[in-house]
């Protein structure tokens, strides 16, 4: 098996809103696939359509090679799903708390398969832990512990680490580099440009369409974005002011957004871009650099060029 998902022209449909429109998508089995796209851009949908617990309205594909029509109850036996809202009983410990989850599942060899699932993800010396003691750190790696307890060769997580400290992000996504050598495949949708720039690939959705997919190298490549950073010489922040005002109304100016002291622009007609700051540049309070574009300068550029098309009279969106 080479190829993990692989969907066309998954559809999904809420009353009159499309949700998920046309989705086209592969992940490749072994990597880490970022999932991402502005609140309510159809991720979780997805997902859910992948795992069988949504019925798309159109399009078909597989997951580890089972159809996602026909298939669903193998597809949920063989993949581990993660979501946002995750619940345990906050009176068993962590163990009892696996122990419970390989009982409802009826998985064989119960008590060795917890004891190497709490020491795969590093929950041994926590075992005997209250579920309703722990920090939000540690409850999601119970929860990432829970869905591995059954061996799934597929991770779909839906934004695991939201509202999780830095340590503990890191621990997780250490977590889920070590499954991914193991031969695990995972999906995970994130609103955190570290954690994209930590996966394999990335896939970035907005009004329920796919609008980039690859590495975060091709991804920032092939928006064709110009960027620049402008630092004053002083700690002349009013200029800096006046320049934000002044380039936000200038065409050609895509995006423009303060980093600091210094001062992102960007814009994707690169000769446009420059007649436009052609009058800044000869300013001695003004230092430019011509920079390379950010992940995230390129996911503001996808989310405001979707939203150009939303607005456009041919535009179909929900
Ligand atoms: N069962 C449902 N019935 C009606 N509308 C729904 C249903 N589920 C989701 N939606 C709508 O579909 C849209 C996409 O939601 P979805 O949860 O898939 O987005 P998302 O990209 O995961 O968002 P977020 O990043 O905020 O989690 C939203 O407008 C949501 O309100």
Known sequence: MNTAIAVSGLTKRF???????????????????????????????????????????????TCLDLDIRCQAAEIK??????????????????????????????????????MVTLDRLGLSERRTQLAGELSGGWKQ?????????HRPRLL?????????????????????????????????????????????????IAYGQLLAQGTVQDVIASAGLTTFTVRTTGDNHHTLNTLTTALRKAPGVDLVAAFGAALHVGGADRSALLAAIAPWRTDPALIWQDDQPTLEDVFIHLMARSQDQYAAPTGNRP
């Open 15 to 61: 009353g009159s809103k499309t949700v998920v429109d046309r989705l086209t998508m592969t992940v490749p089995a072994g990597q880490i696939v970022g999932f991402l796209g502005p609140n309510g851009s159809g991720k979780t949908t997805t997902l859910r359509m992948l795992c069988g617990l949504l019925t798309p309205d159109a399009g078909n594909g």
């Open 141 to 149: 790696r119970l929860a990432l512990a829970a869905c591995i307890l």
């Open 77 to 114: 036996r063989q993949i581990g799903y993660m979501t946002q809202k995750f619940s345990f009983y906050e009176d068993l410990s962590i163990a009892e708390n696996l122990d419970f989850v390989a009982r409802v599942h009826g998985l064989p060899d119960r008590r060795n398969l917890v």
């Open 156 to 204: 779909l997580l839906d934004e695991p680490t939201a509202g999780v400290d830095p340590k503990a992000r890191r621990a997780f996504w250490e977590n889920i580099h070590d499954l991914a050598a193991d031969g695990m495949t995972v999906l995970v949708s994130t609103h955190y440009m570290d954690e994209a720039e930590r996966c394999h690939a990335i896939a970035y």
